[in-house]
């Protein structure tokens, strides 16, 4: 692998971070130079990097004005979620009876990460220990391609998330919801899990589109 590649996909994790997180806010002008240098990489990592943003709706590139942080949408929440509950639909009917006992404790100590955390209050590890949660679920499938598909529509949607982790009462709703979510995959209640994930995302939906409308 090149270090161009290398630095290329540091570069992208590290965006999606600060878009997760809100520190790259909607909206938001993405300065190229300043953003290169607190990074430690030239422009062209970089700029590669915002491609695969761009291709993703997360930025947007105005000619003569450079990129700027897509604005949240509703439209694009609810289309994204609505894909999403397709997906992921399919993911836990094939591979909820597929979970061992060791799945389910390994969800279990990944919960305790997202709990402890969501405690913090810190976006970005809420983030990423919500993001582990979930894809352990959706890997249990065994359906590489299909789970690709999933975090596709997962990467689209960083700046949402930063916007509903960013209250505790969400926070909290959250760590109730997952461990229902975990009593029906202890279960191995196929339907069940995939009505508690779909209450799940739609919730999620609900809250924050309340906040963009009243942004």
Do not use: C
């Not at 700027?68 to 992921?88: C, H, M, N, T």
């Amino acid at each position: 692998m090149s270090e161009l590649v290398t630095a290329q996909e540091g570069v992208l994790r590290e965006l999606r971070l600060q878009i997760a997180s809100g520190k790259l806010s909607p909206g938001q002008q993405v300065i190229q130079d300043a953003l290169a240098a607190s990074l430690g990489v030239s422009r062209v990592p970089l700029r590669e990097a915002l491609k695969v943003l761009e291709g993703e709706g997360q930025v947007i590139y105005h000619p003569h004005r450079g990129y700027f942080v897509a604005d949240l949408s509703v439209a694009d929440l609810v289309e994204v979620y609505r894909i999403r509950s397709i997906l992921e639909d399919e993911a836990l009917r094939v591979g909820v009876p597929l979970l061992t006992n060791e799945d389910i404790e390994y969800l279990e100590d990944i919960l305790v990460d997202v709990e402890s955390a969501a405690k913090t209050g810190n976006v970005t590890a809420v983030t990423a220990a919500n993001r582990r949660f979930h894809f352990a679920i959706f890997e249990a499938s065994n359906m590489p391609r299909l789970v690709r598909m999933i975090r596709n529509q997962w990467d689209a949607t960083d700046a949402y998330r930063s916007v509903y982790f960013a209250t505790p009462a969400n926070l909290a709703h959250m760590n109730t919801e997952h461990r229902s979510m975990i009593a029906a995959l202890v279960a191995r209640d196929v339907e069940k899990s995939i009505a508690q994930q779909a209450a799940h995302r739609e919730n999620s939906v609900t809250v924050v589109s309340q906040a963009i409308n009243k942004s």
